[in-house]
Structures are given as structure tokens and as C-alpha cells.
């Protein structure tokens, strides 16, 4: 029984996207813009190496892991 309900949930989360798809949605995170001040800043931070990688991202208010995103971005 509960294979059963978990292929209808299958089914129907395929039928939401393809229809989503046919209105003109995408799914997914939005790129990142590589001249948003947040970005730069991060990355002068970082480069500067004045500041350790926790104090960099209490100050820019973001996660480590969006920190770092926010490196590789570029």
C-alpha cells in the first residue's frame, strides 16, 4: 500500500513540474551576479586576510556555505 501511494505522489509531482514547464517555469536557485556587493565584498574580505572566515560572515549577515559560494562565483 504505501509503494502504491508513493509512485501516485511520484506521479503527480512529475504531472506539477511538466505543467510548469509548458507555463514557461524553471525550477532552481537564481544565479548568482557576479556585481553584487555582497559578492565583492566577500571577496575583498577574504583576500585581505585580516579577518577569519566566521567574522567575514557575521559581518556580511550570510552562511559559511553562501560564503563560499560567493568565492567560487567569478
Known sequence: MAQFE??????????GLNAARARG??????????????IISAKKLHQDKTLNI????????????SFYRFLKEG
Open 6 to 15: 508513493r509512485r501516485l505522489i511520484q506521479e503527480r509531482t512529475r504531472a
Open 25 to 38: 517555469r524553471k525550477g532552481g536557485r537564481l544565479p548568482l551576479n557576479p556585481k553584487d556587493p555582497r
Open 54 to 65: 566566521n567574522e567575514i560572515c557575521s559581518t556580511l549577515k550570510v552562511s559559511r556555505a
